[in-house]
T-cell receptor, first 108, second 115 residues
Framework: RKEVEQDPGPFNVPEGATVAFNCTYS??????FFWYRQDCRKEPKLLMS???SGNEDGRFTAQLNRASQYISLLIRDSKLSDSATYLC?????????FGTGTRLQVFP | GAVVSQHPSRVICKSGTSVKIECRSL??????MFWYRQFPKQSLMLMAT?????????EQGVEKDKFLINHASLTLSTLTVTSAHPEDSSFYIC???????????FGSGTQLSVL
C-alpha cells in the first residue's frame, strides 16, 4: 500500500463549481499535513497546511480526520486559474511524502 | 521571501555523460536540502537528504555512486547524475528549509533528457 494515496483524476469541472479532493495516508504517526499545488513541470507550491480542527483560506478548505487517516481539500467557486495538480503531502518523519496528485481542469 | 535557485532548468545530454544540477538558497542558510525526482504523471519521490558538512542520506533504491550529492556550504547543494542513461530522464527538484523553519522552499526544477 502506498504511503499516501490520491485519486489521480482528472477532475474536469466548469467555472464556479465546487470540487473536493481526498487523500489517505498509511502511517498513523504522521504529524503534519499539507496541500501543495503543482503546475505542469513546475515546482510545487504550498497551498495550505492542514490542521486537525480544519482550516479555511478563501475559497479553499482543508480537513483532517486522524481516526480515518484521511485529508480533504475543498475548492469553492472554481476559477480557470485553479487548473493544476494538487498534491497531498504527509510528514511521518522529518521528510515530506507526496501523493501522486489529483489533476484538476476547470473549463469555461 | 526565501528563494531557492536551481540551475539549469533544462538539460539535454548524451548517454554516458555526467550532469550537475545546482541548488542555491538565497537570503537564508539551508542546513538541509532535499532532492526529489519526478517521472511523468508520477509523484515527487525523495531521492536523498543532504546536510551541510556531512554525507547525504539516500533513500532505498537510489544509487549513491550514481547520484552524487555535495552540500559543502550552507547555501549550495549539488546533484551530479553520473554516466546518465535514458532511464535517468526525469524532472529533478531540490528543496530546502532553514534551521528551525518548517516551511519548505522548492527550486524551479531541472528537466533532464538523456538521449
Amino acid at each position: 500500500r502506498k504511503e499516501v494515496e490520491q485519486d489521480p483524476g482528472p477532475f474536469n469541472v466548469p467555472e464556479g463549481a465546487t470540487v473536493a479532493f481526498n487523500c489517505t495516508y498509511s502511517n498513523s504517526a504522521s504529524q503534519s499535513f499539507f496541500w501543495y499545488r503543482q503546475d505542469c513541470r513546475k515546482e510545487p507550491k504550498l497551498l495550505m497546511s492542514v490542521y486537525s480542527s480544519g482550516n479555511e483560506d478563501g475559497r479553499f478548505t482543508a480537513q483532517l480526520n486522524r481516526a480515518s487517516q484521511y485529508i480533504s481539500l475543498l475548492i469553492r467557486d472554481s476559477k480557470l486559474s485553479d487548473s493544476a495538480t494538487y498534491l497531498c503531502v504527509v510528514t511521518p518523519t522529518d521528510k515530506l511524502i507526496f501523493g501522486t496528485g489529483t489533476r484538476l481542469q476547470v473549463f469555461p | 521571501g526565501a528563494v531557492v535557485s536551481q540551475h539549469p532548468s533544462r538539460v539535454i545530454c548524451k548517454s554516458g555523460t555526467s550532469v550537475k544540477i545546482e541548488c542555491r538558497s538565497l537570503d537564508f542558510q539551508a542546513t538541509t536540502m532535499f532532492w526529489y525526482r519526478q517521472f511523468p504523471k508520477q509523484s515527487l519521490m525523495l531521492m536523498a537528504t543532504s546536510n551541510e558538512g556531512s554525507k547525504a542520506t539516500y533513500e532505498q533504491g537510489v544509487e549513491k555512486d550514481k547520484f552524487l550529492i555535495n552540500h559543502a556550504s550552507l547555501t549550495l547543494s549539488t546533484l551530479t547524475v553520473t554516466s546518465a542513461h535514458p532511464e535517468d530522464s526525469s524532472f529533478y527538484i531540490c528543496s530546502a528549509h532553514g534551521q528551525g523553519d518548517e516551511k519548505l522552499f522548492f527550486g524551479s526544477g531541472t528537466q533532464l533528457s538523456v538521449l
